[in-house]
């Protein structure tokens, strides 16, 4: 039986086919009904060899590994569902991805709109279901047409959006990068046989803003056929800081300067605070924790009145998030601060902070007293948790007592149990350029901002809301997209229990696709014991502290991770962890480390 065309797939066709030719490779689709002719456009692309497609079930999955895809490459991946609960299990991904300054194409299939508000099977109000969240949105018409030769109106109005949508999730007119969202109706049929011009290049077409038409706000009154196509309301006038220049504003030497690296600040502002002899508050999420200039047990500095207390201006790269002592200063009217656009929300503590488009130290002497100041403050905080080097000399003596004192503490160094902070060392040291590692919003990632010294690695984060969720498929993601073309390297997770249970789900890959070198790190102390460190804990029974903070769990994890098909491991040492972190990979790995409460 000869298959028929319907509008739906050529509609599917016209959209895909024109994000590919955009440069969209990858595409994370979880299956449902109404968006199947999506689903087989896709699978017909990836047959061509023209796109990498990642199959979920679980959308809020989806979203995730899509955002660990841009994490890496700076491209969007778009993701594919069909309508109801679905779209809405895309929303955390969509919020991080906002917050953080990630590219994102949501793809929402949807019910038509004579269907919406009138109690239909699957049904909501899915157009502007991101509004606050995303850089553009479109719920498009209802394809009507079958285009024989790709040339149609309808095609032409499809691969023209799909231009827009490219740009916009790049940040053009914003700079801003982040989620852009296309509802797309369809009307049965859903399937039907492919067209013969998908995956034939067509030339760029005009913006299609100013061709489509605005639907209504009323939920009681069903939307035409039209759409709406607007920018996402994301981050008010009211939040934003102060107009940025648009050239680099060079900075004199004079006041006392930090720079400080927040969440994805990358190598910036390691560049500029060694240009300027300026002492670098670099987060372990940074991508700019290395360099001479860099401070150690910097919390404590910053709380210092001769040095936090003295500062006078601060150049602020990325999202800082991980200690108080960065927003408070960061939050003190007195303090000048200098916020340099980056692919995230802007930043605005003191509501006096004054955003630029990049930073250019003056040329001339710095200020020796005040870097040095803080370079011997920062040696003196420096944390080495390096295992003891053995007694070479004593190991070799002749004299007994000596020879086996030696044996003894060697014995000590390797049966040592771990702690957090020898966890966090132990990754740290293993992770090289051609890995990456990615932090979970676990207690774990506070530790190793404590005490980690300067590596110059590829780090990631969620951080743009450092929520817990979709962890384990963030990393995926960038496992995917940092492997491609057969790169060297292992991706790391480092997380605690909690955060891993949080996003089980991601553990499970469709059997047909290829597993990625990727190795989960759960530090698992039976809850969450991050709670220990909030105020809550001074006044909140025991009782209480454990029943509504700690969320106690006692699951275990071996069985977890063969029911996934993830080799298994359970290390209680220093040199058992090491030993399982720089042995060869070739999937997928989970390593439990039982940490005290």
């Known amino acids: 039986m000869t298959a028929t065309r319907v509008p739906a797939t050529d509609a599917a066709a016209a959209l895909l086919g024109r994000l590919v030719d955009r440069g969209i490779e990858h595409i994370v689709l979880s299956p449902g009904s109404r968006s199947q002719a999506l689903a087989i456009v896709a699978a017909d692309l990836e047959a061509r060899g023209k796109i990498r497609l990642h199959v979920r079930i679980d959308e809020r999955v989806a979203g995730f590994t899509a955002l660990g895809i841009g994490r890496?490459?700076?491209?969007?991946?778009?993701?594919?569902?069909?309508?109801?609960?679905?779209?809405?299990?895309?929303?955390?991904?969509?919020?991080?991805?906002?917050?953080?300054?990630?590219?994102?194409?949501?793809?929402?299939?949807?019910?038509?709109?004579?269907?919406?508000?009138?109690?239909?099977?699957?049904?909501?109000?899915?157009?502007?279901?991101?509004?606050?969240?995303?850089?553009?949105?479109?719920?498009?018409?209802?394809?009507?047409?079958?285009?024989?030769?790709?040339?149609?109106?309808?095609?032409?109005?499809?691969?023209?959006?799909?231009?827009?949508?490219?740009?916009?999730?790049?940040?053009?007119?914003?700079?801003?990068?982040?989620?852009?969202?296309?509802?797309?109706?369809?009307?049965?049929?859903?399937?039907?046989?492919?067209?013969?011009?998908?995956?034939?290049?067509?030339?760029?077409?005009?913006?299609?803003?100013?061709?489509?038409?605005?639907?209504?706000?009323?939920?009681?009154?069903?939307?035409?056929?039209?759409?709406?196509?607007?920018?996402?309301?994301?981050?008010?006038?009211?939040?934003?800081?102060?107009?940025?220049?648009?050239?680099?504003?060079?900075?004199?030497?004079?006041?006392?300067?930090?720079?400080?690296?927040?969440?994805?600040?990358?190598?910036?502002?390691?560049?500029?605070?060694?240009?300027?002899?300026?002492?670098?508050?670099?987060?372990?999420?940074?991508?700019?924790?290395?360099?001479?200039?860099?401070?150690?047990?910097?919390?404590?500095?910053?709380?210092?009145?001769?040095?936090?207390?003295?500062?006078?201006?601060?150049?602020?790269?990325?999202?800082?998030?991980?200690?108080?002592?960065?927003?408070?200063?960061?939050?003190?009217?007195?303090?000048?601060?200098?916020?340099?656009?980056?692919?995230?929300?802007?930043?605005?503590?003191?509501?006096?902070?004054?955003?630029?488009?990049?930073?250019?130290?003056?040329?001339?002497?710095?200020?020796?007293?005040?870097?040095?100041?803080?370079?011997?403050?920062?040696?003196?905080?420096?944390?080495?948790?390096?295992?003891?080097?053995?007694?070479?000399?004593?190991?070799?003596?002749?004299?007994?007592?000596?020879?086996?004192?030696?044996?003894?503490?060697?014995?000590?160094?390797?049966?040592?149990?771990?702690?957090?902070?020898?966890l966090v060392d132990a990754v740290w040291r293993a992770t090289w350029p051609h890995d990456r590692l990615l932090f979970a919003s676990s207690r774990l990632v506070r530790v190793a901002d404590q005490v980690l010294g300067g590596k110059k690695v590829p780090v990631h984060a969620n951080r743009g809301l450092a929520g817990i969720d979709g962890t384990i498929a963030t990393g995926t993601g960038i496992a995917l997209a940092s492997q491609a073309a057969g790169a060297p390297g292992v991706t790391r997770i480092l997380l605690g229990d909690l955060a891993f249970l949080h996003d089980v789900g991601a553990l499970l890959l469709p059997v047909g696709e290829s597993a990625p070198r990727l190795q989960l790190i759960v530090g698992n102390d039976g809850g969450g014991t991050i709670f220990d460190g909030l105020e809550v804990a001074g006044v909140a029974s025991a009782e209480a502290m454990e029943r509504v903070l700690y969320t106690p769990q006692a699951v275990e994890l071996e069985p977890l991770a063969a029911a996934y098909d993830w080799d298994y491991v359970r290390v209680g040492t220093r040199s058992a962890l090491d030993q399982a972190l720089t042995a060869p990979l070739g999937g997928r790995q989970l390593i439990e480390v039982v940490l005290d409460r």
Do not use: K
């Open 72 to 422: 890496e490459t700076g491209m969007p991946a778009a993701v594919i569902c069909t309508s109801g609960t679905a779209a809405a299990n895309l929303l955390p991904a969509a919020l991080e991805a906002h917050h953080a300054g990630i590219p994102l194409l949501l793809l929402t299939a949807d019910r038509p709109p004579e269907l919406r508000g009138v109690g239909a099977n699957q049904t909501t109000r899915q157009p502007g279901m991101f509004s606050p969240s995303v850089r553009l949105e479109a719920d498009l018409p209802v394809p009507e047409d079958i285009d024989e030769d790709g040339t149609g109106e309808q095609t032409a109005m499809l691969r023209t959006i799909a231009d827009d949508a490219v740009v916009a999730t790049l940040g053009a007119g914003t700079r801003q990068a982040g989620p852009v969202h296309l509802n797309l109706p369809y009307r049965d049929p859903l399937a039907g046989a492919l067209p013969d011009w998908l995956g034939m290049p067509v030339p760029p077409a005009p913006s299609a803003i100013d061709a489509l038409d605005t639907i209504s706000d009323d939920p009681a009154e069903p939307e035409p056929s039209g759409a709406l196509y607007q920018g996402g309301g994301g981050i008010g006038e009211a939040d934003q800081p102060a107009e940025p220049d648009h050239d680099p504003l060079v900075l004199p030497r004079g006041p006392r300067t930090i720079v400080v690296a927040g969440a994805d600040a990358g190598p910036a502002a390691a560049d500029l605070a060694h240009a300027g002899g300026w002492p670098l508050v670099a987060e372990i999420v940074s991508g700019a924790r290395y360099g001479r200039q860099l401070v150690h047990g910097y919390r404590a500095l910053l709380a210092d009145p001769e040095l936090g207390g003295r500062i006078e201006r601060v150049i602020v790269f990325g999202h800082p998030t991980l200690s108080r002592e960065v927003t408070a200063v960061l939050a003190r009217p007195e303090v000048e601060v200098l916020a340099v656009r980056g692919p995230g929300e802007p930043l605005n503590l003191n509501g006096a902070t004054t955003a630029v488009d990049g930073v250019i130290a003056a040329i001339g002497d710095f200020d020796r007293d005040w870097f040095g100041a803080w370079m011997r403050a920062s040696r003196a905080a420096a944390v080495d948790l390096s295992p003891a080097a053995p007694d070479t000399d004593a190991l070799a003596s002749t004299v007994p007592s000596e020879r086996l004192g030696a044996i003894a503490a060697e014995l000590g160094v390797i049966r040592a149990p771990l702690d957090r902070a020898t």
